[in-house]
């Protein structure tokens, strides 16, 4: 068959109804006509599809599609089927058929009536298959989802590996691979592993300019942030993605508590239960699917108009692939990730037990995403650079479509910083991870720096007129400019590199970018959910606090054992008029509101009627006490004076995350009695001085209290003092 054209538009007009072909499908179509090997890398909505499809349909003998997913090819094959009134036209040949369906498969494709055939990889290796597909006429191959076959794509099969022979066995006939994903690197493995090297590339824009791109920082307030960007997309269908199963299911509990329609989906439901919950979202019963990356192969939903990632991806390329799920329509589609340095902390610690060939590729993606988070430049340039293309980020397409366009970050020069902290992980010998370097820099001592005698060293502390929060930042930035590498062997560690080395001989300028607040400092530990959000009623909040003074004096304590800031200003922002509402009130739990409640309940029934405000209850995030188990095993534990680190052993916890759960205990308005940890840190009279400052200060600040003190105590007996002294004097 020739492909002259007058052929081929007719034939997309019978088979698809369209009148014109989309992007590159044309030219991709008449290069497998000729019968060139084909390569096509498009982005996912592109119409990959149909540059087989149609080819197989025009064609004598049967195509051969491999596919890694059974829902995609079912999905298809009904497709094709509804395009022909033969039902033969096209069938999938997996595992999951019966002896006699795969005889009836046999029959139609010696007759000639199946023009597709669609198979997994696995089923391709059966012998009897191979041997069968001989004795047939075979029009091409295509292989669908190409990534699968390298270790750099985001999604390998082993068994993909194995492509290459097994075409060789069935016979001579073209093939076209086909894939979504654009890193060069990846590219060149397919080409490599199909032996492919003559083959035709075509190569389609990765650029999707109606998605709008933005990372936000994540806080302890990420769940609040959901529910209200969800609240502003009301009736638009969303994927939020989260990389474990219990996140998954807690996420969509909450959603649910505050009145949003979810359902969650992940590899550890049955598959009844899966293509249930994918029906109802393509159906639109539910608003927002919430999923692990199990998610969404199979899904083909134009209008998705948010992907929200909750936790950082592992490589740029799945996130690629799941913000474009969004906008397949080109209609909106807002793509926000939430970003915390500790979730890629978390990631690298599950690659380290893995083979270090897999640990240096997924160091290597994961250094990609941090980078991407942190930048400061164009998302859009970043992402689009990532996947070998230029962007212009002056007049391309959808080139004020990001957060870092749209609100530039303020860069400040950190070049003498940088000679710095390059001399420091010189000189230091390459023996420690960021933490250490840090803290080499600040002029702090912990057990590592003091087992090395690095704190007798001349450069310790050279960098103490910066903070912690601002070496760890510029840390980042200096590793994602090349300057310094991670370790892979040894897992963590910060080697400076060639690359470094020359800096070090030649310092250039280095902006470094500001507003990144991606790590918490320990005094947030109950931080608020009404920061960042609507506008707190200021007259209302200097009443409350007019209250608070009072009703600590009754009591002859601090304001701030009665309630803390962050909990009057949610109270100004969501007017809670009964003790049920104070306990939603963040850091206020039962205790704590049966307690002081009363008095506050009534100053804001009184106020709201005074001035005929409009409540938005809507806005009371409720929890769904997924932590309770936790909190639960930690009040036990102290009741029975087990050590504390011990407890945290046990949760997974370390000690840092320990003392936050406890802090949130008695803040809420629980007991904990620690006595029994705390003098084995503290004499009496030490304990007598800290108390004393907490009764007579303004705040409970831990800052406050370190400066009070000048390095008598660590951040930590600080937190545990307050843990008593609110435990004792509040609750």
Known sequence: MNSNEIDIHKELKKYFGFSQFKGLQEQVIKSLLNKQNTFVIMPTGGGKSLCYQLPALIQEGTAIVVSPLIALMKNQVDAIRSLSSENGVAHVLNSSLTKTEIAQVKKDITSGLTKLLYVAPESLTKEENVDFLKTVTISF?????????????????????????????????????????????????????????????FKASFNRPNLFYEVRTKT???????IRFIRQHKGKSGVIYCLSRKKVEAITEVLKVNGISAVPYHAGLDAKTRAKHQDMFLMEDVEVVVATIAFGMGIDKPDVRFVIHHDIPKS??????????????????????????????KLEKFMSGKPVAEQEIGFALLQEVVAYAETSMSRR??????????????????????????????????????????????DTKHLYKSKEIVFTLIGRVNAVIKAHRTDVQ?????????????????????????????????????????????????????????????????DEAIVSAAKSTAAVDENLMNMLKELRKKEAK?????????????????????????????????????????KYGAAFVALINRYVEDNDIIRPDDLVVKSTGTNSANKLYIIQNIDRKLSLEDIA?????????????????????????????????????QQEEIHDYFMESESDKIDDALKEFDGEYDIDELRLMRIKFISEVAN
């Open 381 to 426: 340039k970043f992402l689009l650079h990532y996947f070998g293309e230029e962007f212009d980020s002056e007049n391309g397409e959808g080139a004020d479509m990001d957060d870092n366009v749209r609100n530039p970050k303020s860069k400040n020069e950190a070049q003498e910083q940088v000679v710095k902290l390059l001399q420091v992980v010189r």
């Open 649 to 685: 052993k046990a949760k997974g916890l370390t000690m840092d995350a320990l003392i936050k759960e406890m802090e949130q205990i008695v803040y809420a308005g629980t007991k904990l009695n620690i006595q029994y940890w705390i003098d084995d840190l503290l004499d009496e009279d």
């Open 220 to 226: 302890k307030n990420v769940e609040s942030d959901i």
């Open 141 to 201: 191959v295509a292989i669908d989802e190409a990534h699968c076959i390298s270790e750099w794509g985001h999604d390998f099969r082993p068994e993909y590996r194995n492509l290459k022979n097994i075409i060789k066995q069935i016979g001579e006939m073209p093939v076209i691979g086909l894939t979504a994903t654009a890193t060069p690197k990846v590219q060149e493995d397919i080409l490599k592993n199909l032996d492919m090297a003559n083959a035709t590339t």
């Open 554 to 594: 009754k009591i002859g304590v601090p304001p701030f054992v009665v309630f803390q800031d962050p909990s009057l200003e949610d109270m100004a922002l969501k007017y809670p008029i009964s003790i049920e509402e104070l306990v939603n009130i963040h850091g206020v739990g039962e205790g704590k509101a049966r």
């Open 316 to 345: 740029l390329e799945s996130y690629y692939q799941e913000t474009g799920r969004a906008g397949r329509d080109g209609g909106e589609g807002h793509c926000l990730a939430y970003y915390s340095y500790k979730d890629v902390e």
């Open 458 to 522: 001349p450069f310790f502390g050279c960098g103490a007129d910066h903070d912690e929060k601002y070496w760890m930042a510029l840390l980042r930035q200096v590793l994602v400019a090349g300057y310094l590498t991670k370790d892979i062997e040894t897992y963590g560690i910060v080697k400076i590199n060639e690359k470094g080395l020359e800096y070090l001989k030649k310092p250039t300028s280095f902006m470094m970018s500001y507003d990144h607040e991606y790590s918490e400092s320990e």
